[in-house]
């Protein structure tokens, strides 16, 4: 059964800091992983998906990696602003239905 | 740019009464999906529907839940006979391609709070 670990579970950085959220997955056999963010309340927003074939997807200030044989995806953001404040999450797509992390609530701080 | 819209934002109901939460789909996506989020967990997978049947579901999606896509643009989630612990965010979501592939797109969410 696949299982989700995103760490850490909140994080708080001063503007303009570039940081890394991380997420762990146990079962390498994915077809796909996606980043979103959720703001307080609302719905999830997609930042980026990579395909299993992939190793990377950038977006702007954002970029993701895959490493299917470790279990890791990190997400990094450059040069954090305030805007940025919401929580993080990563979700697998396999062989059984889409598996969520908790989440990494990030915070920003003017 | 094309967005998966849920109506209602929010809806207070009484323990026992049915509801009816409202998706509409990014228009060329072919999956269509009903997650659920209670306050402070994880989101939850409840329903993947394809091809006008249900494809997958889990087992929080007991006799109490069904799905209809009633016409070619509307997805539905009813709830009968709603509990206490049905209180929470409903999320739509809709991909083209499904899970192996796809983008998946959420809508803003239904927050159902069950007095």
């Known amino acids: 059964k696949q299982e989700v670990t995103q760490i850490p579970a909140a994080l708080s950085v001063p503007e303009g800091e570039n940081l890394v959220l991380n997420c762990s997955f146990t079962d390498s056999a994915i077809y796909n992983l996606q980043w979103f963010r959720q703001d307080p309340g609302k719905g999830l927003t997609s930042l980026l998906l990579i395909q299993s074939s992939q190793r990377e997807q950038t977006s702007g200030r954002l970029n993701a990696s895959l490493d299917k044989s470790s279990g890791r995806s990190t997400l990094y953001i450059a040069a954090s602003q305030p805007g940025d404040s919401a929580t993080y999450l990563c979700?697998?797509?396999?062989?059984?239905?889409?598996?969520f992390g908790k989440g990494t609530k990030l915070t920003v701080n003017p | 740019e094309p967005e998966v819209t849920q109506t209602p934002s929010h809806q207070v109901t009484q323990m026992g009464q049915e509801v009816i939460l409202r998706c509409v789909p990014i228009s060329n996506h072919l999956y269509f999906y009903w997650y659920r989020q209670i306050l402070g967990q994880k989101v939850e997978f409840l329903v993947s529907?394809?091809?006008?049947?249900?494809?997958?579901k889990s087992e929080i999606f007991d006799d109490q839940f069904s799905v209809e896509r009633p016409d070619g643009s509307n997805f539905t989630l009813k709830i009968r006979s709603t509990k206490l612990e049905d209180s929470a965010m409903y999320f739509c979501a809709s991909n083209r391609q499904g899970r192996r592939t796809g983008e998946l797109f959420f809508g803003e969410g239904s927050r159902l709070t069950v007095l």
């Open positions: 979700v697998l797509g396999g062989s059984e239905k889409l598996v």
């Open positions: 529907f394809y091809n006008n049947e249900i494809s997958e």
